[in-house]
T-cell receptor, first 110, second 114 residues
Framework: GDSVTQMEGPVTLSEEAFLTINCTYT??????LFWYVQYPGEGLQLLLK?????DKGSNKGFEATYRKETTSFHLEKGSVQVSDSAVYFC?????????FGPGTRLSVLP | DAGITQSPRYKITETGRQVTLMCHQT?????MFWYRQDLGHGLRLIYY???????DKGEVPDGYVVSRSKTENFPLTLESATRSQTSVYFC?????????????FGNGTRLTVT
């Protein structure tokens, strides 16, 4: 069935380090891909999305490219800040079925 | 711009009691969803609704009941709460079922069943 796989966390980085969180999806159909961020005590907030192959979603310095050939949608940021500490979820919308990865907890140390 | 409002934010109840979690959205989105979030399981879909009076089961519907008499409200009822239903519950909405439609989430209800 449809599924999304994310790298296991937690991920701990120093401020200004480069961030990559890997995400892959099953190639059933042609889903749109999303990254969500969850801060403590809050719901998931949409961070960015991409709807077709080679699309790049970007927001707040984060970016991810829809790679159909590798079924991937890795999240990257060139220089993380302490305020980026949160849990990040990769998601795929297959139409009637929106599937999430397990989430990756990121901690950024000053 | 209120978005999605969930109430209560926190709830403690006893095993066997009925409890209802409320969800209200101001966008007139057609689709609404209930998820539960548990450590080790991520987000799991309980029920969803495509429109008023149309609901369908998700991945983990047992022990839950939903209704949608109005587009803006989608309450979730635990008819006889069990300890395994201790979780954080999130309501979400979406404009449509199109693949490019994102989900918009409320801030969640943390439910503890003792």
């Amino acid at each position: 069935g449809d599924s999304v796989t994310q790298m296991e966390g937690p991920v701990t980085l120093s401020e200004e380090a480069f961030l990559t969180i890997n995400c892959t999806y099953t190639a059933t159909g042609y889903p749109s891909l999303f990254w969500y961020v969850q801060y403590p005590g809050e719901g998931l907030q949409l961070l960015l999305k991409a709807t077709k192959a080679d699309d790049k979603g970007s927001n707040k310095g984060f970016e991810a490219t829809y790679r159909k050939e590798t079924t991937s949608f890795h999240l990257e940021k060139g220089s993380v800040q302490v305020s980026d500490s949160a849990v990040y979820f990769c998601g795929a919308n297959y139409g009637q079925n929106f599937v999430f990865g397990p989430g990756t907890r990121l901690s950024v140390l000053p | 711009d209120a978005g999605i409002t969930q109430s209560p934010r926190y709830k403690i109840t006893e095993t066997g009691r009925q409890v209802t979690l409320m969800c209200h959205q101001t966008w007139s989105h057609s689709y609404m969803f209930w998820y539960r979030q548990d450590l080790g399981h991520g987000l799991r879909l309980i029920y969803y609704s495509a429109a008023a009076d149309i609901t369908d089961k998700g991945e983990v519907p047992d022990g839950y009941v939903v209704s949608r008499s109005k587009t803006e409200n989608f309450p979730l009822t635990l008819e006889s709460a069990t300890r395994s239903q201790t979780s954080v519950y999130f309501c979400a909405s979406s404009v449509s079922a199109e693949v490019d439609s994102p989900l918009h989430f409320g801030n969640g209800t943390r439910l503890t069943v003792t």
